[in-house]
């Protein structure tokens, strides 16, 4: 996002209530992507790349889509009546328009670098109809110094090692740059629409920027447009024109665009608890997957930082829960992930640091070092700038996938693992507890008790394995174990959200320390969890579910807020927001525990399996949390606005995860049968 759409973003949006000015949101539209490309389609079909941290190419910053006669004007979609889906479930994405000249359908679908683009009109089609695309093209990630190279049917925008391409397959009508925003035009206090008439006397701005109107004319009734995202260094542009007619030259009907789109994702085992939903988790996570295997957290609205720290970066927190939950949802339901968790696995090998740790964010394309803030261990500096949950979640991952047999082709993941090991090791202080760091949300310092619930799951998941360290593992869960009893709050029934860095205990509920079930679950595996830790879980899981939970009067939305007086990003709002992170870690945490009791034909197994089906039912497919897109984004508005960074992973990966158990455990249904894994 180049600043000038920034500031005019900021004027539309400047004292909105419920967005946040200068960004550039997805909580609407779909997303259409494959091999690092990933594209944005408006509601009203206008395309815009988020591809950047996948395959570090830039692409569109903006477009307008329409429709025109040679001398009539421009019917631009976004100012009709649109309609918007996934064709059956694949990833190719519909739009439609209700124009002056009939009903036109677009169809999107990413293949490879390549994104492709068809519009056809129903109904009696004019001769001189033509398809209209304004796009601003950034290569390189810049809006100047840009040129243009024009072929017949194939325009070229570079600047340095990117270059992108627009091509018909009809070739164009007409073909005219568009000078970017002027500075007096940015200085104004009123927003510009784009495109605009071109001054005439600056000739050389035809040839001088990334932004291009183009007519395209119809034939049949329909017209394909293609864009094309490369390094000159590695596709010469006499191949990436061969490439692009290569496409153009096929016959892409809808029906043919829609089996391209759905070979793009795995298919969802028929006898999978709703395999529609599953379908939907496994588009999201993909969508957000670099070639590398790195995923993403979630599509960059905010590149400036004008209200967050960005998300388009792989945290190996979120990464390696994402891992964990498709494993144990691959396990449960066969999905058929495997390489899923060799490429995972095969990252956190290569990117692991000498001390054991990984990095705080790293470039999904490549996991080089990205911007971060808890980078301490690169920098010598204090353990309260490292976030040693991500070192404990990365190991519960690659002990599962270990213990499984997934990683066998893998080479190191035995050494990293050990490695690992001493790691989590010097971060655990002489009272059995991670020292003080920062926390999963990334807003406090402390010793915190969602930091221990990972290092328990991770020392515990490696002690059920046969790696050669395993023993020492399993005294080192024993000893976090026993410590969690200082984080107890018997006045609240629950779990303390921290310890202070000042030696204060701070009681306030947390989502995070729902990840104390999974964790004890895997040292159940290992060893006796005793009947008064058993129900202390009980306990600090009903009060957190109860305590975090809001249900707006007249609102759709309810769900689970991150933790008590949370107050980012409320905008005008006096209470926390819902999110759907914590609410589908509140179904999880549900279901594992029923399952626990399940195993111990302990009658508390019932509720809690009724209470995790009622907050799955919040994110589900169908649910209030999940707009008709199939996404979950990362928070809600009281007034059911979505907000921040959507599709985000980690809720997804959570949700199939939870699905997966609690069909398996015959909890999909009331009166859950008492089964064992």
């Avoid at 693992?417 to 990334?442: F, I, M, S, Y």
Wanted: charge should be negative; proline fraction near 5%; hydrophobic fraction near 35%.
């Amino acid at each position: 996002m180049q600043l000038r759409d920034a500031l005019d973003d900021y004027k539309r949006h400047a004292g909105h209530p419920t967005r946040f000015p200068g960004e550039r949101r997805t909580t609407t539209g779909r997303f259409s992507g494959d091999a690092g490309r990933l594209v944005h389609v408006a509601p009203h079909g206008g395309l815009r790349d988020f591809g950047y941290p996948l395959s570090g190419r830039t692409g569109i910053e903006r477009s307008r889509l329409g429709v025109a006669t040679v001398d009539g004007d421009v019917t631009w979609f976004d100012e009709r009546k649109n309609d918007q889906r996934y064709v059956d479930g694949t990833a190719l994405v519909k739009t439609t328009h209700e124009t002056p000249f009939g009903r036109v359908e677009q169809h999107d679908c990413s293949l490879g670098e390549t994104h492709l683009t068809h519009v056809s009109v129903e109904g009696q089609v004019p001769e001189d109809l033509q398809f209209v695309v304004y796009a601003s093209f950034a290569p390189d990630g810049r809006d100047d110094r840009v040129g243009q190279l024009r072929f017949t049917d194939t325009v070229e925008f570079y600047h340095g090692d990117e270059h992108d391409f627009l091509a018909s397959a009809a070739g164009f009508d007409d073909v005219r740059g568009q000078l970017p925003t002027t500075f007096p035009e940015v200085l104004d206090e009123e927003p510009v629409d784009l495109p605009r008439e071109r001054d005439e006397d600056r000739y050389e701005e035809a040839r001088l920027s990334g932004e291009v109107l183009a007519r395209v004319p119809f034939e049949e009734g329909t017209a394909t447009v293609a864009t094309l995202l490369t390094d000159h260094t590695e596709t010469p542009r006499e191949a990436a024109r061969e490439r692009l007619d290569a496409v153009l030259d096929r016959d892409w009907s809808p029906e043919r665009l829609a089996v391209a789109a759905d070979d793009r994702l795995l298919d969802a085992p028929a006898e999978a608890a709703d395999p529609d939903g599953v379908r939907a988790d496994l588009r999201a996570i993909t969508l957000l997957s670099a070639p590398s295997g790195l995923r993403m957290a979630g599509p960059d609205f905010d590149p400036h930082y004008r209200h967050s720290g960005g998300y388009g970066y792989t945290w190996f927190r979120d990464d390696a829960e994402i891992s964990r939950f498709l494993i144990v949802a691959d396990g449960l339901l066969d999905i058929g992930l495997d390489e899923w968790h060799r490429r995972s696995a095969a990252r956190y090998v290569e990117i692991q640091r000498p001390d054991g740790s990984w990095p705080h964010r790293v470039w999904p394309r490549d996991g080089t070092l990205a911007p971060g803030w808890a980078n301490a261990r690169l920098e010598d500096g204090s353990d309260l700038d490292y976030q040693a949950d991500q070192t404990g979640s990365v190991i519960a991952f690659l002990a599962t996938a270990y213990d499984r047999g997934v990683t066998g082709d893998v080479p190191g993941v035995e050494e990293t693992l050990a490695l690992a090991l001493d790691g989590l090791d010097e971060t655990l202080a002489d009272d059995g507890r991670p020292v003080a760091c920062q926390n999963a949300w990334e807003n406090m310092a402390g010793r915190f008790t969602h930091t221990t619930a990972t290092f328990l799951e991770a020392y515990a998941s490696l002690a059920g394995t046969d790696h050669p360290d395993a023993d020492r593992a399993a005294a080192r869960a024993r000893e976090v174990y026993e410590s969690l009893d200082d984080l107890w709050v018997s006045e609240r029934g629950s779990y303390a959200l921290r310890e202070t860095v000042d030696g204060e205990v701070d009681d306030r509920l947390d989502s995070a320390s729902l990840a104390l079930v999974s964790a004890h679950r895997a040292f159940g595996r290992v060893e006796t969890i005793d009947e008064e830790r058993l129900d202390r879980l009980v306990s600090h899981v009903e009060t957190v579910v109860e305590g975090l939970h809001r249900d707006p009067e007249e609102s759709a939305v309810a769900g689970l807020v991150r933790f008590e007086d949370d107050d980012w990003r409320r905008r005008e709002q006096a209470e926390p927001k819902v999110w759907t992170v914590s609410t589908a870690w509140g179904a999880n945490a549900c279901a594992e525990l029923a399952a626990l009791l399940a195993d111990r034909s302990d009658d508390r197994a019932a509720p809690l399996a009724d209470r995790a089906r009622d907050l799955l039912a919040l994110v589900a497919s169908d649910g209030p949390l999940c707009p008709d897109t199939g996404y979950l984004p990362e928070q809600f508005f009281d007034d059911g606005t979505p907000d921040s960074a959507t599709p985000l992973g980690w809720p997804h990966a959570l949700r199939l995860s939870t699905r997966a158990l609690l069909a398996d455990r015959g909890m999909l249904t009331e009166d859950p049968a008492i089964a064992d894994d």
